[in-house]
């Protein structure tokens, strides 16, 4: 009490200084406040401390498919393949990157990765005991002859320019046996690729996969990635309809059932 | 100080003596390509033989070879090798196979799933239709100073760049098809092809756009 009553003593000689002090103060929580971003999170809804539902909460916000966003499209049976091929790269280019990032119609950028020549250097782990035996028959003189006027056949065509690194690093072509591990992987079952789109196999759905920054709790940005979409396909031509599937619609309707 | 009122007019008259490469370029290259897109018009199909040399670091002589090529407007190709190994591929819009009759292998292949093949046919493609649109977005092209007949075109695509350094096109006299190619790589492989007993326009048996049967 005593402080309290010094200060007060001390200061009632000094108001203009107590004012202009409180006027500075003033300012500055002004300032801080216009710098605050509101965030709007269903997280907020859940019970404090460490219940289990906040626990399941955040590791479900850590699961890739949180952040994964799906688009269906589907054409009606007036709309030719090519129609609904051609609107959903129309609809993949209207998404802002913003909220979709790396938005994929078909595997494109995987077919020209890397990824099939990269997996011959890790041979030595994926072979088995058959493909051992296999590569012991290419070892023959006879065998490797023709490997090698096969290698030179193609370096003499056109592709060749391209085929070259490839050829010189493994001219038996031994990385065939790393990559066939891969045929029986097929990420999307009923999904067939035709002119590079992923397609149903009645060639009326198509996808589009894409990634966003957005939480599946944040209400906020839940809401703008739904009002983005509602844009972007109202550029669709008639006949085909296209639906957003990820956690963010649930969100948001959760957040107005509550509000 | 003088010299520094002179500037400005030296300036003038080395841009006057030396004008922009950009400009320079275009004012000439437009007649030709010109004439080019005005004759492939015309070429509604193509038949040829062809030599081909390629210079590879990794072999100490030249790879010597001797093929065919075909063209049909607007999307259909043959391009085969005859020597030493019989090998190539047809193509029929944006399905085609390729062969080689050492391995007695025979695969269809589409441009859309198969990249390699999807650039060389488009390249064949804008080469006989001389498709100035996409040759233009793909190149730089310079009119070589030494041959009126011969382009110098270096890939603009970054992919593309990062195998060819750059391609040698010279045209026949009457600029109604190409005479010979040179391919430069980054790193000094080259290949040269030159096309000889060019016929245009002269009717085609559809068998000649299907692949061969093995032997």
Redesign the interface.
């Known amino acids: 009490m005593n402080l309290i009553a010094d200060c007060y003593e001390k200061l009632q000689k000094k108001r203009g200084w107590l004012v202009l002090v409180l006027l500075l103060l003033a300012l500055v929580s002004g300032w801080n406040l216009t710098q605050l971003k509101v965030e709007e999170s269903i997280a907020s809804m859940l019970p404090d401390g460490e219940s289990r539902v906040a626990s399941d909460f955040q590791l479900l916000q850590q699961a890739p498919f949180a952040r994964k966003i799906v688009i269906h499209l589907r054409g009606g049976e007036e709309i030719a393949t090519q129609q609904l091929l051609a609107a959903t790269d129309q609809l993949r280019a209207a998404l802002p990157a913003e909220l979709f990032s790396h938005p994929l119609s078909g595997p494109g950028a995987l ?2 990765a890397s990824l099939p020549m990269e997996l011959g250097d890790y041979l030595p782990f994926l072979a088995d005991a058959k493909d051992l035996q296999q590569m012991a028959q290419l070892l023959t003189p006879q065998e490797i002859d ?1 490997s090698i ?2 290698a ?13 690194k490839q050829i ?1 690093s493994d001219p038996l072509d031994l990385q065939r046996f790393a990559q066939q591990k891969l045929r029986y992987i097929n990420p999307l079952p009923g999904v067939r ?1 035709v ?2 789109h992923f397609l149903s196999r009645d060639g009326r759905s198509s996808l589009i996969l894409a990634d966003t920054p957005v939480l599946i709790t944040d209400v906020d940005g839940s809401r703008r990635l739904i009002d983005a979409f509602a844009v972007a396909k109202q550029q669709l031509p008639a006949g085909i309809r296209a639906d957003l599937i990820s956690g963010h619609p649930y969100t948001l309707a959760n957040a107005e059932v509550i509000q | 100080m003088r010299i520094f009122y002179l500037l400005p007019t030296l300036l003038s008259l080395l841009l006057l003596i030396f004008p922009a490469p950009g400009r320079a370029a275009s004012g000439t290259l437009q007649p030709l390509l010109g004439e080019l897109q005005t004759a492939a018009k015309q070429t509604q199909t193509l038949a040829s033989s062809f030599v081909q040399e390629k210079n590879l670091a990794i072999f100490s002589e030249k790879l010597l070879s001797q093929g065919r090529f075909f063209y049909q407007a607007p999307d259909r190709l043959r391009w085969e090798l005859l020597t030493p190994v019989a090998s190539g591929f047809v193509l029929r819009g944006g399905e085609g196979e390729r062969w080689n009759s050492l391995s007695q292998e025979r695969t269809s292949f589409s441009v859309e799933n198969d990249p390699i093949m999807g650039v060389i046919a488009q390249q064949l493609l804008a080469w006989a239709r001389v498709d100035l649109d996409w040759l233009q977005r793909r190149y730089q092209m310079r009119l070589m100073t030494d041959d009126a007949d011969s382009l110098r075109l270096i890939p603009l695509d970054q992919g593309e760049a990062g195998f060819i350094d750059y391609f040698l096109v010279q045209f026949a006299p009457d600029r109604r098809y190409i005479a010979a190619i040179l391919l430069v790589e980054q790193g000094g492989d080259s290949t040269r092809i030159r096309f000889t007993d060019v016929q245009l326009n002269k009717e085609l048996p559809k068998a000649i756009f299907q692949s061969p049967e093995l032997q």
Do not use: D, Y
């Open positions: 077919q020209s023709r006027g096969v030179l056949a193609q370096l003499m065509q056109p592709q060749g320019v391209v085929l070259k010189r690729l002119q590079g």
